[in-house]
């Protein structure tokens, strides 16, 4: 993104006035260079280090297939949440040992059509097992441990991992869950954590590799496992005020190297393919939401309505989450600041989504707002309420712009309902 001499924001090359006219308000706009350069710096940074490497991209961020179809010529792969992440997986042609599937709390119609499908399983929970093996035996298994600590820069919202998270497993109950595996005839292991989401310290994934690296190092020695594959999760920060720092890719690397490679000899382990799943990291700051400002109320304080709400944009109202904004044509760098709340359209109080920030005074009626940081569980968390609609994706490639999602419309609020006979006007 970047604002030109006149105050005009531009997306890659084409300004937000010209897709705003082109597609409404509001937009999800992606910047498909940018998730490249995302992508290819971490790899470089991971290969460097460690070279047996690979990403999975954790689709549940953003699962337009367009934008993971740029990650999939990058050379991802997919971490899937769900059957239906694995069957998108498959639409881009991602399959079998290329897709981890690190849902919890599965259902026997997850297991069943997860064993089916031939992707990687990631239990979170030992008994699990037990009913995976009612129904088939898969050639490889990991376990997700719970480390027993995490960390985010969304607070305690996505903070995956320790006593108060539902995700993976006790460490001391994980050397059970790999013995039980093996007795069952399992011969091909991972192993996994993911216990946070948005950090930005090369420090905290040092920490937390070494954490996997000793439960899992012990379970290796003891059971005589070689892993294939030890997965640390995505987690892999973006700033998202102006004061923070972005992550040290490069640091992060080579301390995770360092540790894993450290552990790996303590514990006698034959050297795995590390993996990691972010997705935050790639696509976060490639994305932006351009929503227009409709009504002005000067009351207790000055409330800018504008067509951004929850529904459209959850972050604020779920976690209090911070988004940076700016406004068309009016972000001189001497320009008179003023104190406002931006809200959305929603019949909610819930629904400020900025709160008491100094922003460009003179905000108008039919202005636009470019929302920074929306390319990561922007579009995907949002929702239908008060009869709003879903909004529109687009992806924009210098000065190419293509729509990658229709906005939805009326027949999206009726579709798949349906009117028992006898509740149909006579
Ligand atoms: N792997 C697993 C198993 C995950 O559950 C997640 C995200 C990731 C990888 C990718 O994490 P990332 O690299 O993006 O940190 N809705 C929240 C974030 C929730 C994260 C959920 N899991 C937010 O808007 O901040």
């Known amino acids: 993104m970047k604002i030109e001499d006149n105050q005009e924001i531009y997306i890659e090359n084409v300004s937000v006035t010209e897709l705003a006219e082109t597609y409404g308000t509001p937009t999800y706009v992606y910047e498909e260079n940018r998730i490249r350069e995302n992508y290819r710096r971490a790899d470089r940074a991971f290969r460097k280090y460690y070279e047996n490497f690979k990403f999975y991209y954790a689709i549940k961020a953003n699962s337009n297939p367009a934008v993971a179809h740029i990650l999939r010529e990058e050379g991802a792969g997919i971490d899937a949440a769900s059957i239906n992440e694995i069957l998108l997986a ?3 042609g991602i399959d079998g040992e ?15 059509q997860g064993l089916s499908s031939g992707v990687i399983f990631n239990l979170d ?34 903070t995956n991992a320790g006593p108060a998270a539902k995700f993976g497993i006790h460490p001391d109950d ?15 292991f991972g192993a996994h954590m993911m216990p946070g989401s948005c950090v930005n310290d090369p420090e905290y994934f040092a920490h937390i590799t070494a954490l996997l690296m000793d439960i899992i190092g012990k379970v290796g020695r003891e059971l005589n496992i070689d892993f294939e594959f030890i997965d640390l999760g995505g987690g892999l920060g973006i700033p998202y005020s102006p004061d923070e720092l972005p992550l040290d890719i490069e640091m992060t690397a080579a301390r995770i190297a360092d540790v894993f490679t450290e552990k790996l000899k303590e514990y006698g382990l034959k050297p795995p393919r590390l993996v990691m799943e972010p997705a935050r990291y790639f696509v976060g700051d490639a994305g932006y939401l351009i929503g227009r400002v409709h009504s002005i109320k000067r009351s207790y304080s000055v409330i800018i309505g504008t067509d951004v709400g929850m529904n459209i944009l959850a972050r604020p109202a779920m976690y209090g989450a911070y988004h940076h904004i700016y406004v068309n044509g009016r972000e001189h760098a001497s320009c008179v600041r003023e104190k406002v709340d931006l809200c959305g359209q929603i019949c909610e109080n819930t629904d400020y989504w900025v709160k008491n920030r100094e922003l460009p005074k003179g905000i108008a009626e039919g202005d636009l707002v470019v929302v920074e940081n929306a390319g990561a569980y922007g579009y995907c968390m949002s929702y239908q309420y008060n009869g709003r609609l879903k909004p529109a994706e687009v992806l924009v490639n210098g000065a190419q712009h293509y729509q990658i999602r229709e906005r939805e419309s009326f027949s999206d609020v009726v579709s798949g309902t349906h009117i028992p006979d006898h509740l149909r006007p006579a």
Do not use: H, Q
Not at 98 to 112: A, P, Q, R, T
Not at 127 to 147: A, D, Q, T, Y
């Open 125 to 158: 929970d030992v008994s699990l097992l037990e009913r995976l093996l009612r129904i088939g035996k898969p050639e490889i298994l990991s376990f997700r441990v719970n480390p027993g600590y995490g960390r985010s820069n969304v607070g305690d919202f996505v």
């Open 174 to 188: 994980v050397l059970a869950a790999y013995k039980a595996a093996k007795k069952a005839g399992i011969t091909r």
């Open 98 to 112: 290329d897709v981890v599937f690190s849902g919890n709390y599965l259902s026997d119609d997850d297991i069943e």
């Open 90 to 92: 498959r639409e881009l």
